[in-house]
């Protein structure tokens, strides 16, 4: 991918900022509803697991929008096409905020989700265009950034408005955060078109990568992992440790530092090898997980637990996305958003064997060795993406005039 001009008024930093704003606020919307599960759960007379079908709904939206909307608006300005995806995020939000059954409250995180895969991949492009591929790593991380510091200030502040006033307003904050987004979407990202001859004919094409849908598939499961533990943090701490509701915060804020610095670390790391980055963010991923399990009998041990795993995972999932845009040249839209689809599946699969893993009498260490479990078998599985392209490399090489695909 080439770099695409830009509006050069606007400095590469505002759009940037204006990028990580909007991961910010999808990353309050996406994980703020582990903060409120209980808050749910009590207020529809449901068990968790039943609760948990609002986390499962936004996942299921992620993965069905990041291909539909990146295919269909293939040949949208970017500008236009972000504004277009944080309006549709903000009004899932407020159809959210003012559900009064929990069916309308799963509606309403499905459209949400529709929409969040599409934002990252295509501001990764955008973040790339400003930037240069030189610095995508970088660019990717900025903002990701976004999205891990919202699990130390959105998704902590939404617990405690929950509990305090309600969970409909922690759903209200994040509708607030949506237009901020769209403000600063006007305000400060240049106008950049969509990426030479894209169309959803070529976007199409892409698909038919078979290494690129093992590696999405290796996030499903792998990232399952990780949301087999995380999305049960407030029935962890609550129910399992005996801790009270308000230390749930404190929990969720340790998850969101080591998610920060994971991003950041992996957008350093990947600039340098992303195949090494994948490979160790998924080994780092299971020795957490696993130290996750062996810590959760005590409230501190779950808060240096959730760090560990948020630092391991995020680390990977930029790796992961960066990955998937080298396995995608000629539509790194697509693949980034990709990206998210299988991440999100990676929720959905977690948040889903973890309530079998609860329903069937486990206790709750038991989600973090069914996390490992899972990350396990997606590092496996990108093994055989890594090896079969540096087969078709090697292929390549020797014949010099046949494109490759470069996974760095």
């Known amino acids: 991918m080439t770099d695409v001009p830009t509006d050069r008024r606007l400095h590469p930093a505002l759009a940037l900022l204006a990028l990580a704003i909007g991961g910010f606020t999808i990353g309050t919307t996406e994980f703020a509803t582990m903060g409120v599960l209980t808050n749910i759960a009590d207020a529809f007379s449901v068990d968790d697991p039943t609760a948990g079908h609002t986390i499962t709904a936004y996942a299921l939206g992620v993965v069905i929008g990041g291909p539909i909307l990146t295919v ?146 290796a996030g499903a499961i792998g990232f399952g992992g990780m949301f087999a533990a995380y999305s049960y943090v407030k029935p962890i701490v609550v129910r399992g440790v005996g801790a009270s509701e308000f230390t749930v915060p404190y929990a969720l804020a340790a998850f969101g530092i080591g998610m920060t610095c994971g991003v950041l670390l992996g957008g350093k790391l990947s600039d340098r090898s992303v195949r090494g980055t994948v490979r160790a963010g998924f080994v780092a991923t299971a020795v957490t997980l696993a130290i996750f399990a062996l810590t959760m009998g005590t409230l501190p041990g779950v808060i240096v637990g959730l760090f560990l795993v948020g630092l391991a995972s995020q680390t990977l999932g930029v790796a992961l996305q960066a990955a998937l845009m080298d396995l995608s040249p000629n539509a790194p839209s697509l693949g980034a958003s990709l990206c998210h689809s299988a991440l999100n599946l990676g929720n959905a699969n977690g948040a889903y064997l973890g309530g079998l893993v609860l329903l069937g009498g486990f206790d709750y260490p038991a989600l973090g060795w069914l996390g490992v479990i899972l990350t396990m078998i997606g590092f496996a599985l990108m093994l055989v993406v890594q090896r079969m392209v540096a087969h078709r490399q090697l292929s390549d090489t020797k014949a010099p005039l046949t494109p490759t695909v470069e996974f760095s």
Request: aromatic share 8%; net charge positive.
């Open 72 to 217: 269909s608006c293939a040949r949208m300005p970017r500008k236009r096409l972000l504004i277009f995806l944080m309006t549709l995020y903000t009004v899932g939000n407020l159809i959210s905020s003012v559900a009064p059954s929990l069916p309308l409250l799963v509606t309403g995180r499905l459209m949400t989700g529709l929409a969040h895969g599409v934002f990252f991949g295509v501001g990764a492009v955008v973040g790339t265009a400003v930037v240069g591929r030189a610095r995508r790593g970088f660019a990717v991380s900025m903002m990701m950034a976004g999205l891990t510091v919202a699990n130390i200030v959105g998704v902590p502040l939404s617990s405690l408005i929950g509990d305090s006033l309600g969970w409909q307003w922690a759903f209200r904050l994040m509708g607030l955060l949506g237009v901020v987004t769209i403000a600063g979407l006007l305000l400060f990202i240049p106008k950049v078109p969509a990426e030479t001859g894209a169309s959803p004919r070529s976007e199409f094409k892409a698909l038919g990568n078979g290494p690129l849908w093992i590696a999405m598939a």
